[in-house]
């Protein structure tokens, strides 16, 4: 039976091609790339050594074909011209072999993100430590670690990822999809792709994980945050976004605010 595959290619830009020119001609191809057979998702993710591209294909055929013709097309031909052939590395990873428990085989390496370690970050007034990475799961998916004292999340959608919420501390009140759902210490919850929902928390300090399939979001966390070496709840007003911009930066990665 057929399955998804994640394509994970990493590779670095030719030198005088600057970062905005580049995401520039890649927002440039997305129509391009959408139309590919098998095409289901995509991701870039910034990294060290360069950038790191994540496609979810319907299945290994489609994989294997878009590779044959991705630099003929007119527009990925431009994309292409800044990468730098060299430094190219290409993985085919079986979204089944997580569900199977093949871990060895779908991620690029085992690791270990203890209790004081991942990358810190103040986002709207709450702490969130990005415990994996799309990079680090063969894009399968993102864990983040929330905490915070008070608020809510507004009303909003995801169009690119499932989420899903396991309350540690504290008491919190979801709407998934229309439903409210009191949460406490030990609950989780399933927030598909497509379906609206929001959380207040009603009984502080909350502490949450936030599991994102496929991998990715925190690319959008690192958009809408600023890094931090103080593991607490930011103070009020520390860390925030320029709220007028929040809903157009979000929805450039999918995801889409309600209220």
């Not at 779908?106 to 415990?131: D, M, N, Q, Y």
């Not at 799961?137 to 499932?162: C, K, M, N, W, Y």
């Not at 991998?215 to 931090?228: D, I, K, M, N, W």
Request: contains cysteine; glycine residues 10%.
């Amino acid at each position: 039976m057929d399955t998804n595959v994640v394509e994970i290619t990493e590779f670095a830009l030719k030198p005088g091609f600057t970062e905005q020119m580049f995401l520039q001609t890649r927002d440039e191809v997305n129509d391009e790339v959408r139309k590919l057979r098998g095409f289901l998702n995509r991701r870039l993710l910034k990294s060290a050594g360069g950038w790191t591209e994540i496609f979810e294909w319907a299945d290994m055929d489609s994989a294997k074909a878009a590779g044959e013709v991705w630099s003929s097309l007119p527009g990925i031909k431009n994309y292409c011209s800044m990468v730098n052939s060299a430094s190219i590395k290409v993985g085919y990873h079986s979204v089944a072999a997580v569900a199977g428990g093949e871990a060895g085989r779908s991620t690029p390496h085992a690791f270990c993100s203890h209790a004081l370690e991942g990358e810190a970050r103040w986002w709207l007034g709450s702490l969130a430590v990005i415990k994996a990475t799309a990079v680090q799961t063969a894009g399968q998916f993102t864990l983040i670690e929330v905490l915070e004292s008070e608020g809510e999340a507004p009303l909003h959608v995801h169009h690119r990822e499932d989420e899903s919420f396991l309350v540690i501390e504290g008491e919190i009140e979801f709407e998934i999809g229309g439903k409210a759902i009191m949460a406490g210490p030990g609950s989780f919850l399933f927030g598909p792709r497509d379906v609206p929902h929001r959380y207040t928390v009603k009984r502080g300090p909350a502490r949450m994980l936030f599991f994102f399939t496929p991998g990715g979001f925190e690319e959008l966390l690192r958009a809408t945050s600023v890094p931090t070496a103080d593991r607490r709840i930011p103070p009020d007003g520390e860390g925030m976004p320029d709220m007028e911009t929040f809903p157009d930066v979000v929805r450039r990665y999918g995801c889409e605010l309600l209220s």
